[in-house]
Every structure is written in structure tokens, then in C-alpha cells.
């Protein structure tokens, strides 16, 4: 039952949440764990359905739409040399050496090129709520994620699409790319002229909370319309944030979209990466997780730092800006859903990917906790 199921995400997520908080952690760390818990891999208590992963949906959707709405937008303009940086690099290192795993694994060039693409995801919603916890999600660090986050979507998805035009999937290149530059121009378009105008007539309305449903239509309907064209939703509803916060209702629409989500809908999407994780059959192929694993956090965490680094920043800041890449959340998963679905990925490597993917977002969060409080303990004894 659906309501006895939320009840039981809620009431876990929040306490397993406080149990990471006292023991040094993010609290999003102890969410994504009680998960696994409830989920079908231990206690059975949640079932993976359809309606919780829509839930989960508005619930990723609304976290991104809160990032937008609290970016530091000058900050956010200052650090676009190291967001293309980073989010060129922090592709080119994994899909490299992605590649070279899957071509020393025996499989074919399209394939061995898939699992390079599917390394090179980067899912920042995990470590937009990490950096939120530690009251970094302002810093020129967080900026640089959230902005190579948006150029590693595009990128991945347009060389994808170009990996199945050459394997004879029915998929026009073109046509991707077209969708991509209409996508930002309209974005644009809308958060300058519309967005504005639409919280205005919305504001006299005689009717309750008229200023943060306008927010929430703006929102939805950005995320919406990046699905279709082919961005991630995720990208659609940062850029409603951003187009909010230039309007004098942010304050209104950040409080009370945050109260919504956080009392209900991120907690769900928090737990429900790990209720939907299942591990039949994964640990027969144990070194391969560990080591496929180890070259996904690895490969992101070295590639993003590098371009962090040769857009100036300093060694523990990139190191920062490295962790903050490494979870490929939802982003790779539904990457895996397609090539499990043409055929580039055989069904035992998606079993074994699931897993590393959930691994790689796990890690996440007490990574960059670790590298913050590394890098405060440097800025002290400098």
C-alpha cells in the first residue's frame, strides 16, 4: 500500500538521516543507505513501483528547481571557463579509459565505446544536496558543478546519439543537436520574457499560495519541455530556478518549494535510489564490480579535477569540484536502460552497472565532506 510505504520512507529516511549527521556524514548519505534497507535486497518493506518512481521524480525535479533558485549567479558567471573545463575533461578521462576497460573485457568497439559514454554521466542531484548540507552549494566550487553538469549532459547525450547513428539504430544526429540548441535558446527565451509575467498575473490571484504554484508551473513545465527535446529534466528545472531567482518572488517561491520537497517528495527520491538497487546474481561478478567501480569514481574524480585545475583553481578546490562529479545517479541508469535495451550493453554488465552506479553515488557525499573539511583545515593553517 502506497501510503504505509511513504509513511515508512518518511519516518526511516529522516532518522537514518540524523544517524549520518552525528556520525560525521551528510545526512543524504544515511537516506540513500536506509534504502537498500527497506528496499527488496534486505526488509522488503518498499516495493520499486511505478507511482513511488514518479514520486521520486517530482522529487529530483524539485531539488534541481531549489539549486537553481539559491545559485550565486555572478558567482555562477565567473566560473564558466572551469565549468566547460571540467565538463569536457571530466568526459574525455572516463569515456578514454572506459573504452579501454571495456575493449580489455573482450567486447566489441561499440560496445567498449558505450561503457565509456555511460562512465562519462555525471548526475550532480546528490551532490547539490551534500554541497547544500555543508553551505557550499554558493561556492565558486558548487557553481563550477552545476555548471559542468549541464555541459556533461549535452555532450554525452549528442556523442551517444551519434554512437547509434553508426550502429544502425534508428537515430538522427541532426535532428538530436537541432532539439539540444532549440531547447536552450526557447529556455532562455521563456526565463527572460515569460517567466517574469507569469508570476506577476499569478501573484493578485484571490486564491491560497497563487505565487508558489506559478514556481512550480514554471518549473514542471522547464523539465517537461527539456524531456522532450532530450535533456535531462533535471537541467530543465535548474533552469527554472535560475529564471526565478532574477524575479523579486524568489524568496517566497525558495521557502515554500523547499518546505514542499523536503517534507515529502526528496526524501522519496533520496530512499528510493537504493529500493530500487538489486543485487541477485550481481556478486558473481564481484571483481569486476570492484573494479569497474573503482574506474568510475576514479576516472570522474581525476578528469573533473584536472579541468578545474587548468582553469586555476587550487588543488584541494579541484579535488572538490572531482568529487562533486563522481555520482552518475539517474542520468547513467537510464544511459543503461538504452543500451540494454539495443543491445550495446549484455544483461549481465547492466546488472553489474546498476550496482556501480549506486556505488559511485554513495561515495559521493562523505568524498566531498572528506575534501571540504581537508581543504577548511588547509585555508586555517595557511
Same mark, same amino acid.
Given at each position: 500500500m502506497l501510503i504505509a510505504q511513504l509513511a515508512?520512507?518518511?519516518?526511516?529516511?529522516?532518522?537514518?538521516?540524523?544517524?549520518?549527521?552525528?556520525?560525521?556524514?551528510?545526512?543524504?548519505?544515511? /537516506?540513500?543507505?536506509?534504502? @537498500?534497507?527497506?528496499?527488496?535486497?534486505?526488509? &522488503?518493506?518498499?516495493e520499486d513501483t511505478e507511482v513511488l518512481k514518479e514520486i521520486s521524480q517530482i522529487g529530483v525535479i524539485l531539488l534541481m528547481f531549489i539549486a537553481g533558485l539559491e545559485t550565486d549567479v555572478e558567482q555562477f558567471k565567473r566560473t564558466g571557463k572551469a565549468a566547460t573545463y571540467v565538463g569536457v575533461l571530466g568526459i574525455i578521462v572516463p569515456l578514454v579509459l572506459g573504452y579501454a576497460a571495456g575493449a580489455g573485457m573482450g567486447l566489441s568497439a561499440e560496445k567498449a565505446v558505450f561503457l565509456g559514454l555511460l562512465l562519462s554521466a555525471t548526475s550532480v542531484s546528490i551532490s $547539490?544536496?551534500? %554541497? /547544500?548540507?555543508?553551505?557550499?552549494?554558493?561556492?565558486?566550487?558548487?557553481?563550477?558543478?552545476?555548471?559542468?553538469?549541464?555541459?556533461?549532459?549535452?555532450?554525452?547525450? @549528442?556523442?551517444?546519439?551519434? %554512437?547509434?547513428?553508426? +550502429?544502425?539504430?534508428?537515430?538522427?544526429?541532426?535532428? @538530436?543537436?537541432?532539439? /539540444?540548441v532549440a531547447f536552450f535558446v526557447v529556455a532562455i527565451l521563456l526565463a527572460w520574457r515569460v517567466v517574469p509575467l507569469v508570476l506577476r498575473l499569478f501573484a493578485p490571484l484571490r486564491v491560497t499560495e497563487s505565487v508558489i504554484s506559478a514556481g512550480l508551473i514554471v518549473c514542471f513545465a522547464f523539465a517537461c519541455f527539456a524531456e522532450v527535446t532530450g535533456v535531462a529534466a533535471i537541467i530543465g528545472a535548474y533552469i527554472a530556478g535560475l529564471a526565478v531567482s532574477f524575479t523579486n518572488y524568489r524568496k517566497e517561491v525558495f521557502e515554500k518549494t523547499e518546505t514542499i520537497g523536503y517534507a515529502i517528495f526528496v526524501p522519496v527520491f533520496f530512499t528510493s535510489i537504493g529500493v530500487a538497487v538489486e543485487f541477485s546474481g550481481v556478486f558473481e561478478h564481484i571483481w569486476l564490480l570492484l573494479g569497474l567501480s573503482v574506474l568510475a569514481v576514479l576516472t570522474k574524480l581525476v578528469g573533473a579535477a584536472l579541468g578545474a585545475k587548468l582553469a586555476g583553481f587550487s588543488w584541494n578546490s579541484a579535488l572538490a569540484v572531482g568529487a562533486g562529479m563522481v555520482s552518475r545517479g539517474e542520468v547513467a541508469l537510464i544511459?543503461? &536502460?538504452?543500451? %540494454?535495451?539495443?543491445? %550495446?550493453?549484455?544483461?549481465?554488465?547492466?546488472? $553489474?552497472?546498476?550496482?556501480?552506479?549506486?556505488? +559511485? +553515488?554513495?561515495?559521493?557525499?562523505?568524498?566531498?565532506?572528506?575534501?571540504? /573539511?581537508?581543504?577548511?583545515?588547509?585555508?586555517?593553517?595557511?
Amino acid at each position: 500500500m502506497l501510503i504505509a510505504q511513504l509513511a515508512a520512507i518518511l519516518f526511516a529516511s529522516k532518522i537514518a538521516g540524523d544517524v549520518a549527521v552525528r556520525c560525521g556524514q551528510p545526512a543524504v548519505l544515511g /537516506k540513500l543507505l536506509i534504502g @537498500i534497507v527497506l528496499g527488496p535486497s534486505v526488509l &522488503g518493506v518498499v516495493e520499486d513501483t511505478e507511482v513511488l518512481k514518479e514520486i521520486s521524480q517530482i522529487g529530483v525535479i524539485l531539488l534541481m528547481f531549489i539549486a537553481g533558485l539559491e545559485t550565486d549567479v555572478e558567482q555562477f558567471k565567473r566560473t564558466g571557463k572551469a565549468a566547460t573545463y571540467v565538463g569536457v575533461l571530466g568526459i574525455i578521462v572516463p569515456l578514454v579509459l572506459g573504452y579501454a576497460a571495456g575493449a580489455g573485457m573482450g567486447l566489441s568497439a561499440e560496445k567498449a565505446v558505450f561503457l565509456g559514454l555511460l562512465l562519462s554521466a555525471t548526475s550532480v542531484s546528490i551532490s $547539490v544536496q551534500a %554541497l /547544500k548540507e555543508m553551505d557550499q552549494l554558493k561556492s565558486k566550487e558548487g557553481s563550477a558543478i552545476l555548471g559542468a553538469a549541464v555541459i556533461d549532459d549535452i555532450l554525452v547525450i @549528442i556523442a551517444l546519439a551519434f %554512437l547509434m547513428s553508426l +550502429t544502425g539504430s534508428d537515430v538522427h544526429l541532426g535532428a @538530436i543537436i537541432l532539439k /539540444k540548441v532549440a531547447f536552450f535558446v526557447v529556455a532562455i527565451l521563456l526565463a527572460w520574457r515569460v517567466v517574469p509575467l507569469v508570476l506577476r498575473l499569478f501573484a493578485p490571484l484571490r486564491v491560497t499560495e497563487s505565487v508558489i504554484s506559478a514556481g512550480l508551473i514554471v518549473c514542471f513545465a522547464f523539465a517537461c519541455f527539456a524531456e522532450v527535446t532530450g535533456v535531462a529534466a533535471i537541467i530543465g528545472a535548474y533552469i527554472a530556478g535560475l529564471a526565478v531567482s532574477f524575479t523579486n518572488y524568489r524568496k517566497e517561491v525558495f521557502e515554500k518549494t523547499e518546505t514542499i520537497g523536503y517534507a515529502i517528495f526528496v526524501p522519496v527520491f533520496f530512499t528510493s535510489i537504493g529500493v530500487a538497487v538489486e543485487f541477485s546474481g550481481v556478486f558473481e561478478h564481484i571483481w569486476l564490480l570492484l573494479g569497474l567501480s573503482v574506474l568510475a569514481v576514479l576516472t570522474k574524480l581525476v578528469g573533473a579535477a584536472l579541468g578545474a585545475k587548468l582553469a586555476g583553481f587550487s588543488w584541494n578546490s579541484a579535488l572538490a569540484v572531482g568529487a562533486g562529479m563522481v555520482s552518475r545517479g539517474e542520468v547513467a541508469l537510464i544511459i543503461a &536502460g538504452i543500451g %540494454l535495451e539495443t543491445k %550495446l550493453l549484455p544483461p549481465d554488465l547492466f546488472a $553489474v552497472l546498476v550496482v556501480v552506479v549506486l556505488v +559511485t +553515488t554513495i561515495v559521493t557525499p562523505p568524498l566531498l565532506k572528506a575534501i571540504f /573539511k581537508r581543504k577548511q583545515a588547509s585555508t586555517r593553517a595557511a
